[in-house]
T-cell receptor, first 113, second 116 residues
Framework: GENVEQHPSTLSVQEGDSAVIKCTYSDSASNYFPWYKQELGKGPQLIID?????GEKKDQRIAVTLNKTAKHFSLHITETQPEDSAVYFC????????????FGSGTRLQVQP | GAGVSQSPSNKVTEKGKDVELRCDPI?????LYWYRQRLGQGLEFLIY????????KSGLPSDRFSAERTGESVSTLTIQRTQQEDSAVYLCASSAVRLAVYNEQFFGPGTRLTVL
């Protein structure tokens, strides 16, 4: 089955700096890679996703890159703000077969004002 | 519109008791998922329902865990003879599945289960 590894487990940055979180996956058949943000006491919320037919996707301050050859994908947050502080999860899945997501272990991002 | 709702939000039970957790998916979403999240960890897949197809139960950790879904609506996750290691947040998600397209999973707020 799929295995997703996520690094780092914790990340502390100064407000205005950039933050990068990296994930690797094992199943070459995976072709959907979402990123979720989870705030304390809440369920995960999708912030951006990428499909295997593109290498990069950007939405305002958030961008995701995908390298299918190396089987890794990354989340980039620019101009970080205190409200970006949360736990971020990467995940992977395929379109066919079971559509459940395999999640990474999470990154706790702390943005210092 | 309404998102995914789950009840109860918190459940404290004694070891050995049975518990039932409920999920109301977004109306019209044919796919429903249950995940478990242990403290400080990522989400573990438990079970997946898609329309009238047989559910994918491959993530259920033991035969004490079971889930049902009525049509494309409410789902219940039942844990029998609860153990302390069952303590976790149980998250439900739903998705509007279309052929050959992966659709976003929307998560509920979760049920925090504590087994004493």
């Amino acid at each position: 089955g799929e295995n997703v590894e996520q690094h780092p487990s914790t990340l502390s940055v100064q407000e205005g700096d950039s933050a990068v979180i990296k994930c690797t996956y094992s199943d070459s058949a995976s072709n959907y890679f979402p990123w979720y943000k989870q705030e304390l006491g809440k369920g995960p919320q999708l912030i951006i996703d990428i499909r295997s037919n593109v290498g990069e996707k950007k939405d305002q301050r958030i961008a995701v890159t995908l390298n299918k050859t190396a089987k890794h994908f990354s989340l980039h947050i620019t101009e970080t703000q205190p409200e970006d502080s949360a736990v971020y999860f990467c995940a992977a899945s395929g379109v066919t077969g079971r559509r459940a997501l395999t999640f990474g272990s999470g990154t706790r991002l702390q943005v210092q004002p | 519109g309404a998102g995914v709702s789950q009840s109860p939000s918190n459940k404290v039970t004694e070891k050995g008791k049975d518990v039932e957790l409920r999920c109301d998916p977004i109306s019209g979403h044919t796919a429903l998922y249950w995940y478990r999240q242990r403290l400080g960890q990522g989400l573990e897949f438990l079970i997946y329902f898609q329309g009238n197809s047989a559910p994918d139960k491959s993530g259920l950790p033991s035969d004490r865990f079971s889930a049902e879904r009525t049509g494309e609506s409410v789902s219940t996750l039942t844990i029998q003879r609860t153990q302390q290691e069952d303590s976790a947040v149980y998250l439900c998600a739903s998705s509007a599945v279309r052929l050959a397209v992966y659709n976003e999973q929307f998560f509920g707020p979760g049920t925090r289960l504590t087994v004493l």
